[in-house]
């Protein structure tokens, strides 16, 4: 097995390894864990996975719950999120963390790359750790004692119920189930113990203890940290491509420049444990 990173703080791609074959995979458990959990994000390429593999690798970095959440579940495996676009806009073009309107995220997930474009589509990632150690030390003091709102309720989210349900049923039941929730503005990485930045554009609606203006305003200088190239790493997908990223660590954004092509990808959730 080979590991070659791509930029000096975030993302590596891994080679020289069959995801599909367990023997494989457990014989290099401690270095792929150790791996994630360093670099935050790794690929490989050239993969050959049935559902039942993916879930079988991802429960590798943690365990795996069936989906919840308002992408549908693959027919034949209940942990597999299908994420298939064409013709439509995904409404991920937007830096976030999967879920973080959740009590408890994701801690990561593992993509796979089902069907892709000839060109387009890449995903990016960006290092919320780094975004963090990049603040002045006042600044990281202050921000260690606010807490934001998040709430589900994202066009992405709710346009793809409706198209899902124009009854409007699955927007209701998911109104009620999911309610805003607080987070820290600065979590600890349960894994690493690194502080990081936990405030996204997409599910971040406002910070508590602060003016209207105050939370505007720090809401757009925390989740425009993702946009900074420097700790940020960019994948060109291709068939048969596996991303596994840390969801609290990282922010990512799906490039939506490969429309009216199609795109279909495979998505497990892991959670800590």
């Not at 991920?92 to 000839?118: M, R, S």
């Amino acid at each position: 097995m080979h590991i070659e990173h791509m930029t000096p703080y975030i993302g590596s791609e891994i080679s020289g390894i069959d995801l599909a074959d367990p023997s494989q995979v457990e014989a290099h458990a401690d270095q792929l864990r150790a791996t994630l959990a360093e670099r935050q994000v790794i690929f490989f390429r050239d993969q050959s996975l049935s559902p039942s593999d993916q879930v079988r690798f991802a429960r590798l970095f943690g365990k795996v719950d069936p989906v919840s959440s308002t992408f549908p579940a693959h027919p034949e495996e209940p942990f597999v999120e299908l994420l298939i676009s064409q013709g439509t806009r995904t409404g991920t073009d937007i830096w976030h963390a999967d879920l973080t309107w959740q009590a408890v995220p994701p801690a990561g997930a593992c993509l796979y790359a089902v069907d892709v474009p000839d060109a387009g589509g890449d995903t990016m990632w960006a290092s919320m750790t780094q975004a963090y150690a990049s603040l002045d030390g006042d600044m990281q003091n202050y921000l260690r004692k606010l807490k934001a709102v998040h709430n589900w309720e994202a066009p992405a989210l709710s346009d793809n119920l409706a198209r899902r349900d124009p009854s409007g049923a699955l927007y209701r039941a998911a109104r009620e189930k999911h309610v805003p929730i607080e987070q820290p503005v600065v979590l600890e990485h349960p894994v690493t113990g690194k502080p990081l930045v936990f405030v996204n554009a997409l599910y971040t609606t406002h910070i508590r203890g602060v003016t209207n203006d105050e939370s505007s305003a720090l809401i757009s200088l925390l989740s425009g940290l993702a946009k900074v190239p420097e700790w940020q790493v960019r994948f060109r997908w291709r068939k048969g491509s596996v991303a596994v990223w840390d969801n609290i660590a990282t922010q990512h954004y799906a490039i939506n420049d490969y429309h009216p092509s199609a795109r279909r990808m495979h998505r497990v959730a892991i959670r800590q444990g």
